[in-house]
């Protein structure tokens, strides 16, 4: 059981930062990307892979407070 949610775990960081990485490509030619000074809204693929990433973060927090705790009922 640990060993399949370690693996879940990994495999969620991993996608969470290909996301992450897939949203700020175009917003600048920045080092961390630039800040847009205009104002405008999420449509479609942005969009979705906007609540995607809330969706992973979520999943993300989730997986480390029960591998935390798991953590603690061992010791």
Known sequence: MELALNIVHILV???LVTVILLQVKGQGTGLFGAADNSFR????????????TIALI???????IVSAS???NLT
Do not use: Q
Request: hydrophobic share 65%.
């Open 70 to 72: 798991n953590l603690i």
């Open 58 to 64: 979520v999943v993300f927090i989730l997986l480390s």
């Open 41 to 52: 809204t999420r449509r479609g693929f942005e969009l979705a892979l906007f609540r995607f």
């Open 13 to 15: 960081s991993i996608v």
